[in-house]
């Protein structure tokens, strides 16, 4: 993992290890076969014309958007936030009390400071650290393309996870993808960008760090004068074992080290996966077992990818024809916009993946073949869905 070896080895011994498994699951409606057969109605009621899938035929699903309503976020419309970025990261080995933070902030070249939560959790046996702050309160310690997204301001509100786009390239994490939290809440990844914290890897909000036992108080942050700060200034209030990271340095070094064509403007990326096929994937986690190949595979059959959502003549509405009795119960707030919007994909599809889990997706084979026979009561719909999602499997196989 990328950052400062001796900033992770200090966070590990002063802050519980929180373990993640990455899984995907979540509160699952585990239905009994024979109660589904006799109560559940198929998603749509119309028998699909057998025919032979057009897998050469179907659409990158790389370059399909999903569009949806805009969402208005936490602090959109308001005054705005002028950033002022730290310049040092101290973790200090307890918690840092009031009277200490007055003195940090009193130091040569600080303008102000604040005193944040942090841990450390697993996912897939790899370490993250986090800081878990007050999503108000921390908005300005943010590089400033990342203090005017409401968005993820929004999302820290609501108990998700803001990673670190290094974090998100180097362990493969997916926008909108659900992780367990062992003996803790699910997290949605509901956004991405470079905060410029070194040896971080993403923020919570304050209140889901102090449910996950986070250590309260241990992570300082000053902000004054480029380059001015003194590390040992730093050191010497908050103690000998306090490690300190001078950010600015940091930066330039990272900065210099980038060659010239790939040094482009800050990116953040918020709420919603940016393509059908980073929608499949991510909607899939939320059954374990089940393929986004089934998932886009049922998406292509419906709606081809949102282009013909109807309603259908059965009544069936949205990118994957849900019939609104079946969506009254199996779907969801995929995006964490506060609705479960039939027409939207970004509900709709995680919507898709939860019901096809209700009837056991996630256990493969002939379970498989029953949920996505539940959702269109027709055999000759099975096997197309299934051949055209083998289809996308060689497709996309990397």
Same mark, same amino acid.
């Given at each position: 993992?990328?950052?400062?070896?001796?900033?992770?080895?200090?966070?590990?011994?002063?802050?519980?290890?929180?373990?993640?498994?990455?899984?995907?699951?979540?509160?699952?409606?585990?239905?009994?076969?024979?109660?589904?057969?006799?109560?559940?109605?198929?998603?749509?009621?119309?028998?699909?014309?057998?025919?032979?899938?057009?897998?050469?035929?179907?659409?990158?699903?790389?370059?399909?958007?999903?569009?949806?309503?805009?969402?208005?976020?936490?602090?959109?419309?308001?005054?705005?936030?002028?950033?002022?970025?730290?310049?040092?990261?101290?973790?200090?080995?307890?918690?840092?009390?009031?009277?200490?933070?007055?003195?940090? /902030?009193?130091?040569?070249?600080?303008?102000?400071?604040?005193?944040?939560?942090?841990?450390?959790?697993?996912?897939?046996?790899?370490?993250?650290?986090?800081?878990?702050?007050?999503?108000?309160?921390?908005?300005?310690?943010?590089?400033?393309?990342?203090?005017?997204?409401?968005?993820?301001?929004?999302?820290?509100?609501?108990?998700?996870?803001?990673?670190?786009?290094?974090?998100?390239?180097?362990?493969?994490?997916?926008?909108?993808?659900?992780?367990?939290?062992?003996?803790?809440?699910?997290?949605?990844?509901? /956004?991405?960008?470079?905060?410029?914290?070194?040896?971080?890897?993403?923020?919570? %909000?304050?209140?889901?760090? +102090?449910?996950?036992?986070?250590?309260?108080?241990?992570?300082?942050?000053?902000?004054?004068?480029?380059?001015?700060?003194?590390?040992?200034?730093?050191?010497?209030?908050?103690?000998?074992?306090?490690?300190?990271?001078?950010?600015?340095?940091? /930066?330039?070094?990272?900065?210099?080290?980038?060659?010239?064509?790939?040094? =482009?403007?800050?990116?953040?990326?918020?709420?919603?996966?940016?393509?059908?096929?980073?929608?499949?994937?991510?909607? *899939?986690?939320?059954?374990?077992?089940? %393929?986004?190949?089934?998932? *886009?595979?049922?998406?292509?059959?419906?709606?081809?990818?949102? +282009?013909?959502?109807?309603?259908?003549?059965?009544?069936?509405?949205?990118?994957?024809?849900?019939?609104?009795?079946?969506?009254?119960?199996?779907?969801?707030?995929?995006?964490?916009?506060?609705?479960?919007?039939?027409?939207?994909?970004?509900?709709?599809?995680?919507?898709?993946?939860?019901?096809?889990?209700?009837?056991?997706?996630?256990?493969?084979? =002939?379970?498989?073949?029953?949920?996505?026979?539940?959702?269109?009561?027709?055999?000759?719909?099975?096997?197309?869905?299934?051949?055209?999602?083998?289809?996308?499997? +060689?497709?996309?196989?990397?």
């Amino acid at each position: 993992m990328s950052g400062l070896p001796s900033l992770r080895a200090v966070m590990l011994m002063v802050i519980a290890v929180l373990v993640v498994t990455v899984a995907t699951g979540g509160v699952i409606v585990m239905l009994d076969e024979d109660l589904v057969r006799s109560t559940q109605e198929p998603v749509r009621s119309r028998t699909p014309q057998p025919e032979a899938p057009q897998q050469s035929a179907a659409p990158r699903l790389d370059q399909i958007v999903p569009t949806a309503e805009p969402v208005k976020d936490f602090g959109e419309g308001g005054p705005g936030v002028t950033a002022t970025p730290p310049r040092v990261l101290a973790v200090a080995a307890g918690t840092v009390p009031k009277e200490l933070k007055l003195k940090l /902030a009193g130091l040569a070249h600080v303008q102000k400071a604040t005193v944040v939560d942090a841990g450390a959790v697993k996912v897939s046996g790899t370490g993250l650290n986090l800081l878990a702050v007050d999503p108000a309160a921390f908005r300005s310690w943010t590089p400033q393309p990342v203090a005017d997204q409401p968005a993820v301001w929004s999302a820290l509100a609501r108990g998700e996870l803001v990673a670190d786009a290094g974090a998100m390239r180097k362990f493969g994490m997916i926008l909108g993808a659900m992780y367990q939290v062992d003996g803790g809440p699910r997290l949605r990844v509901a /956004a991405s960008a470079s905060l410029g914290l070194q040896g971080v890897d993403g923020l919570i %909000s304050a209140d889901l760090g +102090r449910s996950l036992g986070f250590a309260q108080g241990v992570a300082v942050l000053l902000h004054g004068k480029e380059g001015k700060i003194s590390a040992s200034g730093v050191r010497k209030l908050l103690g000998e074992n306090t490690q300190v990271v001078l950010l600015d340095s940091a /930066a330039r070094k990272a900065t210099s080290e980038q060659p010239k064509q790939q040094q =482009e403007p800050q990116q953040v990326n918020v709420g919603r996966p940016g393509s059908y096929l980073e929608l499949y994937k991510a909607a *899939a986690t939320r059954c374990p077992g089940l %393929s986004w190949t089934v998932l *886009a595979a049922i998406g292509q059959v419906e709606s081809s990818h949102g +282009r013909n959502n109807g309603p259908s003549s059965a009544g069936a509405l949205g990118p994957m024809q849900f019939m609104p009795a079946t969506w009254k119960h199996y779907g969801v707030d995929g995006d964490g916009d506060g609705k479960k919007d039939i027409w939207s994909p970004y509900d709709a599809v995680p919507g898709a993946a939860n019901y096809l889990c209700a009837n056991k997706a996630g256990q493969g084979g =002939e379970r498989l073949r029953k949920a996505v026979w539940f959702y269109n009561h027709s055999w000759s719909y099975v096997n197309k869905v299934l051949s055209i999602a083998e289809a996308y499997a +060689r497709t996309y196989a990397s």
